[in-house]
């Protein structure tokens, strides 16, 4: 069943409208409104499938209500319906964005003209599905080769540094050098290796949260934080998640999330000192972080653009937050630090 939303003053003009349709056996509900407030106020409730409009009409005209539907609800099929239309005229709309136009006294018209509407939206809305799971495979192919460079990190590289760790200090207790020199020379070197060791450690644990995997997000997070405190951050972290774990996707999605507000916080801010916040709100999950360093600009920020491969850390971001429905927010100002927000609706896709 479909929802028509109709523009027009005239109440016999929407019967005859309504009469066609009918005639034509397309089910629908045809939604009468002849001015500017009642007409946004329904684009504003939304579920509307079709769009019918009159050209004139008293207080309100027909490129007024296109550009406002153009505006509210771009996708949704725009028609006008009008009992005059020259020939400029219906140019002009084609090219403002109206989907088509049919004369009132050209009626016959009105059938083809919704079924071609309205298949070509269902194609639109095809394409863009598939897009969407496109780009969901893309990511999930991502994690996935993350993965595999995890475990062949730490099946390779990691045994490898560890166990040159461990024979070095084997050898160094049997041939003990004998001179202070050669002593500080050795654990230079040991240090040397220690560190191979532990930034291993931290590849492997960027490629893979595994405690993401194993405890969840609250978890993961306060890992982080840990880890922050022992570089001199000082982080105030709260979080209200409730024990309840949360769907893996979107898990996955706040973590990197806030992985990248976190990096770009060493990288960029300039300051020791944020804020983490999580919370299970009504029906959808919020994830900020802020910190109190010298911020940017955003608008220069746009502008300046970047290379391929620079600058993916927000784009990633978006991406992620908006695969699974939620808003993305970013707010800063010289000077002033940086916030970013995600906010997701929990509905349970896996
Ligand atoms: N917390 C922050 N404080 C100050 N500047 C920031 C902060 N976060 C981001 N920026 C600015 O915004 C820019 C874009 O950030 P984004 O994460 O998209 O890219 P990037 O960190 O430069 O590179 P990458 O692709 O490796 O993430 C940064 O180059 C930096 O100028
Ligand atoms: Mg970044």
């Not at 995890?150 to 540094?161: I, K, M, R, T």
Request: charged share 30%; aromatic share 6%.
């Amino acid at each position: 069943m479909l929802r028509i939303l109709i523009l027009e003053d005239s109440p016999l003009d929407a019967e005859l409208v309504g009469a066609r349709l009918s005639e034509g056996e397309i089910g629908c509900e045809l939604v009468r409104v002849q001015s500017r407030d009642a007409f946004a106020a329904a684009l504003e409730e939304g579920g509307v499938d079709l769009i019918l409009a009159d050209y004139v009409l008293p207080g309100f005209d027909g490129l007024s209500a296109l550009s406002l539907a153009k505006e509210l609800c771009p996708s949704v099929p725009f028609i006008f319906v009008s009992g005059t239309l020259g020939e400029e005229v219906a140019i002009e709309t084609l090219k403002s964005g109206a989907t088509d136009y049919v004369l009132k006294h050209r009626l016959e018209r009105l059938l083809p003209a919704v079924r071609r509407a309205m298949r070509e939206a269902e194609e639109r809305w095809e394409r863009e599905r598939a897009l969407q799971n496109l780009e969901k495979r893309l990511l999930g192919a991502k994690e996935e080769e993350r993965r595999r460079v995890a475990y062949e990190v730490h099946d390779g590289l990691a045994q490898v540094a560890l166990a040159a760790h461990q024979n070095l200090q084997a050898f160094a207790r049997r041939y003990a050098p004998e001179t202070e020199q050669g002593r500080r020379e050795l654990d230079r070197i040991l240090g040397q290796v220690r560190s191979t060791v532990s930034d291993t450690r931290r590849v492997i644990a960027n490629l893979r949260p595994t405690a993401l995997d194993d405890l969840g997000l609250a978890a993961a997070i306060a890992l982080e934080v840990e880890r922050l405190s022992e570089e001199g951050y000082h982080v105030a972290c709260e979080e209200h998640l409730g024990d309840e774990r949360l769907p893996r996707e979107m898990e996955l999605a706040l973590f990197r999330v806030a992985q990248e507000a976190l990096t770009n916080i060493r990288k960029h801010a300039d300051t020791k000192w944020l804020k983490i916040e999580l919370r299970r709100l009504d029906g959808e999950v919020y994830l900020a972080v802020r910190d109190f360093g010298h911020g940017f600009d955003p608008a220069a920020l746009e502008m300046l653009g970047g290379k391929p491969g620079e600058r993916i850390g927000f784009a990633g971001m978006r991406e992620r937050v908006g695969m699974l429905g939620g808003d993305l927010e970013i707010q800063s100002r010289a000077e002033a630090g940086t916030f970013v927000a995600a906010i997701i609706p929990l509905i349970r896709t896996a």
